[in-house]
């Protein structure tokens, strides 16, 4: 027992050339170990940018889709026009019965009527900006058959978009070219 104890006390410690080795070890391994994590979390927060940038593409491409494809079938909240402008005019100038949609730089805004709110807004508050989208007119033999809806959201360098054509049901698209495209619906 006193030979092992002898033994160990007997270690000098650690050489000075043994403490810069390690130092210097130490020093490569812990900048190394910090750039991975700040990539790690530099390409989950991409990520996480284009996942907020797609959803909001979708469900602005959906909620447009839906409001032309369905409106006039709903009995209790019909409308007798759909106007699709770039912006939405000021409540003094908006017709009631009418519904207003725009994709703004913003998002999406839907306006019924002389309502001082939307009734829907999408993409609102969330940096994502949504300016190069388009609404136009598909024409068969010169006569407006669909509405081409092309929305691109943008953000941080990251950027998604959806394009769809749409073919109101209940409703007949104007004539003309550019904006407003007016959709009437039909009596019943």
Do not use: W
């Not at 927060?45 to 006039?72: A, C, K, L, P």
């Not at 409308?79 to 725009?102: G, H």
């Amino acid at each position: 027992m006193k030979k092992t104890l002898k033994k160990h006390l007997n270690k000098k410690g650690l050489t000075l050339l043994e403490v810069i080795i390690t130092i210097a070890i130490v020093s490569i391994i812990i900048p190394v170990a910090f750039s991975v994590l700040g990539f790690g979390n530099k390409t989950f927060n991409s990520g996480i940018s284009r996942r907020d940038i797609q959803q909001n593409v979708r469900n602005i491409s959906t909620v447009m889709v839906d409001e032309i494809r369905y409106e006039g079938s709903n009995q209790t909240e019909s409308v007798d026009e759909i106007y699709l402008v770039d912006k939405i005019p000021s409540e003094s100038n908006r017709l009631e019965k009418i519904k207003y949609i725009a994709i703004e730089e913003t998002g999406l805004k839907i306006y019924v009527g002389k309502s001082p709110t939307p009734s829907t807004q999408l993409g609102d508050n969330n940096g994502i900006n949504f300016e190069k989208s388009s609404i136009e007119r598909i024409k068969e033999k010169n006569e407006t058959v669909a509405i081409k809806i092309k929305v691109v959201g943008e953000e941080s360098g990251n950027s998604y978009e959806v394009e769809t054509a749409v073919y109101p049901l209940n409703g007949e698209i104007s004539s003309g070219e550019g904006l407003p495209i007016i959709i009437e619906f039909k009596g019943e």
